[in-house]
C-alpha cells in the first residue's frame, strides 16, 4: 500500500504523485469504488498499485485513508474466495433432484404431451425472462418484477427459473428466491 498526493485531474481521470517522485495513473472507477467520489487535486489518496493491459503502473485500488483500503481490500479477497467456493448449495441439490420426479410423473400422466409442452414453453420463458432481468440489472435499467417471475415459475417454468439462475448467476444471493422457486413446484 501508497499513498500520495492528486497531482493532476482532468474529467475522468488523473495521476498520483509518491514521495519518491513517481506518478500513477488513477481512473475514477478507481476512486469511486473506494468511496472518493469528488476527487480535487491535492487530495491525499492510499493506494495500491496493479499493472494495466500494457504493463504500466496504475492504482488499482483507492481510499481516502488507509483503513477504508483496508476494508475494501478485505471486500475484495472474500468475493474472491467466496467466487472459488461450490456454485451449489442444498436449494440446487433439490432442484436437480425434482427434475427427473417430475419427468417421470409427466411420462406416467395421461395429458403427458400438453404437459410437457407447457414446462417447455414455461421453462423457455422463464429462462428468457432471467436473462433479459439480467441484462437489464448490469445496464441500470427498468427490472422484471420479482413477482413476474414467481409466476412463471408457479405456471411450470421452475426448471427453467433454476437453469438460468446457475447460467446467469442471477437472483443467486438471495437465498430466499432461489427456494421460493422451489417451493412453486410443490405448489
Given at each position: 500500500?501508497?499513498?500520495?498526493?492528486?497531482?493532476?485531474?482532468?474529467?475522468?481521470?488523473?495521476?498520483?504523485?509518491?514521495?519518491?517522485?513517481?506518478?500513477?495513473?488513477?481512473?475514477?472507477?478507481?476512486?469511486?469504488?473506494?468511496?472518493?467520489?469528488?476527487?480535487?487535486?491535492?487530495?491525499?489518496?492510499?493506494?495500491?498499485?496493479?499493472?494495466?493491459?500494457?504493463?504500466?503502473?496504475?492504482?488499482?485500488?483507492?481510499?481516502?485513508?488507509?483503513?477504508?483500503?483496508?476494508?475494501?481490500?478485505?471486500?475484495?479477497?472474500?468475493?474472491?474466495?467466496?467466487?472459488?467456493?461450490?456454485?451449489?448449495?442444498?436449494?440446487?441439490?433439490?432442484?436437480?433432484?425434482?427434475?427427473?420426479?417430475?419427468?417421470?410423473?409427466?411420462?406416467?400422466?395421461?395429458?403427458?404431451?400438453?404437459?410437457?409442452?407447457?414446462?417447455?414453453?414455461?421453462?423457455?420463458?422463464?429462462?428468457?425472462?432471467?436473462?433479459?432481468?439480467k441484462k437489464q440489472a448490469a445496464r441500470?435499467?427498468?427490472?422484471?418484477?420479482?413477482?413476474?417471475?414467481?409466476?412463471?415459475?408457479?405456471l411450470g417454468g421452475w426448471p427453467g427459473?433454476?437453469?438460468?439462475?446457475?447460467?446467469?448467476?442471477?437472483?443467486?444471493q438471495k437465498r430466499y428466491f432461489s427456494?421460493?422457486?422451489?417451493?412453486?413446484?410443490?405448489?
Amino acid at each position: 500500500m501508497q499513498n500520495g498526493k492528486l497531482r493532476q485531474w482532468k474529467k475522468d481521470f488523473g495521476f498520483i504523485e509518491v514521495a519518491n517522485g513517481e506518478r500513477y495513473f488513477v481512473h475514477i472507477s478507481t476512486l469511486k469504488r473506494g468511496g472518493i467520489h469528488q476527487p480535487r487535486i491535492g487530495d491525499t489518496i492510499f493506494f495500491t498499485v496493479g499493472k494495466d493491459k500494457q504493463g504500466r503502473s496504475r492504482a488499482q485500488m483507492a481510499a481516502s485513508s488507509a483503513e477504508q483500503l483496508a476494508k475494501n481490500q478485505a471486500r475484495r479477497e472474500a468475493k474472491a474466495v467466496e467466487a472459488k467456493a461450490s456454485r451449489f448449495d442444498w436449494v440446487d441439490y433439490l432442484a436437480m433432484g425434482l427434475m427427473p420426479i417430475t419427468l417421470l410423473l409427466l411420462v406416467w400422466s395421461p395429458l403427458r404431451w400438453v404437459l410437457l409442452s407447457l414446462f417447455v414453453v414455461m421453462s423457455a420463458a422463464s429462462f428468457a425472462l432471467y436473462a433479459l432481468d439480467k441484462k437489464q440489472a448490469a445496464r441500470g435499467a427498468w427490472r422484471i418484477p420479482e413477482a413476474v417471475l414467481h409466476f412463471i415459475a408457479t405456471l411450470g417454468g421452475w426448471p427453467g427459473a433454476w437453469a438460468a439462475q446457475q447460467v446467469y448467476r442471477h437472483k443467486t444471493q438471495k437465498r430466499y428466491f432461489s427456494s421460493d422457486v422451489l417451493l412453486e413446484y410443490v405448489d
